[in-house]
């Protein structure tokens, strides 16, 4: 059960950090676009996104994968679900990758920056002690 728990809110924290970092970038780098679901808008948009826009969109990545996988693991109690989070943003990179126009380099460092933040987040403060069952009180 924690480690379901501990998955399910890194998950939240992670999409949370992303999507607050991305609205803090847009303050920098703003986008004109009127209507989000007019595909050709947001195309347009994507393609003329400047290098610094892509530079913070990746460093979001790699820092909501890391806030992700923290949460996750010290809920849990385990490494292993910090990777949830992290390949959960990676996907979603993947598909924006795919979705949209972006330079090649976007494409690999998008996904490749969640899952270093999660493998960070996996090995932040160690693994936690096994409990031993015939010592507990």
């Given at each position: 059960m924690r480690a379901f728990l501990g998955i399910l809110l890194g998950l939240?924290?992670?999409?949370?950090v992303q999507?607050?970092?991305d609205w803090i970038a847009g303050?920098?780098?703003?986008?004109?676009?009127?209507?989000?679901w007019d595909r050709n808008q947001v195309s347009e948009a994507f393609a003329?996104?400047?290098t610094g826009a892509l530079l913070l969109s990746v460093l979001n990545y790699f820092l909501a994968g890391?806030?992700?996988?923290?949460?996750?693991?010290?809920?849990a109690r385990r490494g292993?679900?910090?990777?949830v989070p992290a390949a959960v943003l990676a996907l979603m990179a993947l598909v924006l990758a795919f979705s949209y126009p972006m330079p090649a380099w976007t494409w690999f460092a998008s996904l490749a920056a969640p899952l270093i933040g999660g493998m960070i987040a996996r090995h932040l403060g160690g693994e936690p002690e096994p409990r031993n069952p015939s010592t507990a009180v």
């Amino acid at each position: 059960m924690r480690a379901f728990l501990g998955i399910l809110l890194g998950l939240v924290a992670a999409i949370a950090v992303q999507a607050g970092l991305d609205w803090i970038a847009g303050l920098f780098y703003p986008v004109a676009i009127t209507d989000l679901w007019d595909r050709n808008q947001v195309s347009e948009a994507f393609a003329s996104r400047p290098t610094g826009a892509l530079l913070l969109s990746v460093l979001n990545y790699f820092l909501a994968g890391l806030v992700g996988g923290v949460v996750a693991k010290k809920i849990a109690r385990r490494g292993a679900v910090a990777w949830v989070p992290a390949a959960v943003l990676a996907l979603m990179a993947l598909v924006l990758a795919f979705s949209y126009p972006m330079p090649a380099w976007t494409w690999f460092a998008s996904l490749a920056a969640p899952l270093i933040g999660g493998m960070i987040a996996r090995h932040l403060g160690g693994e936690p002690e096994p409990r031993n069952p015939s010592t507990a009180v």
